[in-house]
């Protein structure tokens, strides 16, 4: 059975989709894999084609609140917010056991400039996102390992 993980930023329209894909993508086969919002947004375009530039095409994913998952009563395994630490601590209880982790980066929708700047600065998060994750894979994801 695989462990469900529950990724939680703020709007869940970059940080948090970023993870969910890379997670799919590194050891999807050992995890169900979630992502949501404080205060779902709209998907960020830049996120998208920062995304796609490295053949991952999340353009049709939707953004989800956090609560809905609480109120479904699904059981995470872990519960990782990638939002900063003021807003993490918003984030819900959840039942059962979980293990609550905390990674932070910089908000994509923050990010001051041209387009070619904030696309800049959009791949540095989503490059930070994926060596995070395999990381953490090499830990926790059995298959990741013996891949490394």
């Known amino acids: 059975m695989r462990k469900r993980v529950l990724f939680i ?17 590194i050891c999807g086969d050992e995890f169900e894999v979630h992502s949501a919002g404080l205060e779902p947004g709209k998907l960020n375009p830049t996120v998208v084609e920062a ?4 053949g991952i095409d999340i353009s049709r994913n939707a953004t989800k609140g956090v609560f809905d998952f609480v109120k ?11 939002c900063d630490e003021t807003s993490a601590e918003r984030c819900p209880i959840f039942p059962g056991v979980t293990k609550r982790l905390h990674w932070g980066f910089p908000d994509p929708s923050s ?9 800049a600065k959009t791949r540095e998060v989503r490059d930070l996102i994926k060596a995070k994750i395999e ?14």
């Open 9 to 25: 930023c703020i709007h869940n329209s970059a940080r948090s989709q970023m993870a969910e894909a890379f997670l799919n993508q």
């Open 51 to 54: 995304m796609r530039e490295i």
């Open 72 to 82: 479904s009563g699904k059981m995470f395994a872990y519960v990782i917010t990638v």
């Open 111 to 119: 990010f001051q400039g041209s387009a070619e700047e904030k696309l």
């Open 135 to 148: 990381q953490w894979c090499r830990e926790v994801c059995p298959m990741a390992a013996s891949q490394t």
